[in-house]
């Protein structure tokens, strides 16, 4: 029999079949109370300005089996005085206890694109996690990723006053400097090689000893056996995009995170499609570049052995 927390994790909707858009806001919170409870206030779309103060009131238009359709946010003003502007949005998920996802109409205030939010709930030993996840692109990122920064810091405060709790990561993508950044280069640059096929480019990216995994559970570092490995995957002409970038750095040693998609063709000419979580270590050498040492883009597949 399936548990609670198998059933939710299969429920949610893959958010990069819905948009090509990466990560560009995160919120997580853990609070303390029941599933049920919080659901009861995040899962009723129209009792979002109880927890958003930017919010004057949130509209809901229910679907035939009263699952909500779509919403209008009516936002205040931003002094005080006239009227604040209007946002609707159509449900594409809503599940009891599980979570809702939605998509920005476009054209829009914002100039925001391609946008999905995923809010999910799931059981913790503390009560309910929380995570709030924002996918768009927008003509002006700087000013939409620190707005919704700002909202997402007012949420987590709000919802952590009224049910007790943490937040425990509140997470941008805005741009990089110093060793972050290096570190992201390193892995693009990887990246790019292996997207023109160049062998010699893919392997410079990796220190000596490099240990690779070029499937669920198993790796090699054989110099022959990463040839043989990375000559087979160009076979399927794979196109990579990361849904983001988080880094880990200690020292000389950095822990690198990217949930990835890769599209390509399978060898019987029918379009591939596969996504996964890479997680990489990366060592700084002596010319201070950057080279990784363990590559498993496979870092999620414990969580599907069930």
């Not at 927890?51 to 679907?63: C, H, I, M, Q």
Request: glycine share 10%.
């Amino acid at each position: 029999m399936k548990t609670y927390s198998q059933s939710h994790q299969q429920s949610i909707p893959d958010v990069t079949s819905l948009t090509p858009a990466p990560v560009r806001n995160r919120l997580r919170a853990v609070l303390h109370a029941p599933v049920p409870d919080v659901w009861e206030v995040v899962g009723d779309l129209s009792r979002m300005p109880e927890y958003s103060s930017g919010l004057e009131r949130v509209d809901v238009t229910p679907d035939t089996l009263k699952a909500p359709r779509e919403f209008v946010c009516h936002f205040k003003p931003v002094d005080g005085k006239g009227v604040g502007g209007a946002h609707r949005n159509r449900v594409l998920w809503h599940a009891e206890n599980g979570g809702w996802a939605s998509r920005d109409e476009e054209p829009n205030d914002f100039g925001v694109t391609n946008s999905v939010h995923l809010v999910t709930l799931a059981p913790s030993n503390d009560g309910t996690l929380v995570t709030w996840v924002a996918h768009y692109d927008a003509t002006d990122l700087e000013t939409n990723r620190a707005g919704l920064d700002q909202a997402f810091a007012d949420i987590g405060a709000r919802l952590v006053a009224r049910f007790g709790g943490r937040v425990i990561e509140r997470w941008t993508d805005g741009p990089r400097t110093g060793t972050e950044a290096e570190v992201i280069a390193a892995v693009e640059r990887m990246t790019d090689a292996f997207h023109r096929a160049d062998l010699d480019a893919v392997l410079a990216a990796y220190a000596d000893g490099a240990v690779v995994a070029f499937e669920p559970g198993g790796a090699v570092s054989d110099p022959a056996a990463l040839r043989g490995g990375f000559r087979m995957f160009f076979g399927f002409k794979p196109r990579f995009t990361y849904g983001g970038h988080e880094v880990l750095v200690a020292g000389d040693l950095a822990l690198h995170f990217a949930p990835w998609t890769m599209e390509g063709t399978g060898p019987d000419g029918q379009p591939l499609r596969q996504n996964g979580l890479s997680v990489a270590l990366l060592r700084r050498g002596q010319d201070d570049q950057w080279k990784l040492v363990i590559d498993n883009p496979y870092g999620d597949h414990l969580l599907h052995a069930r």
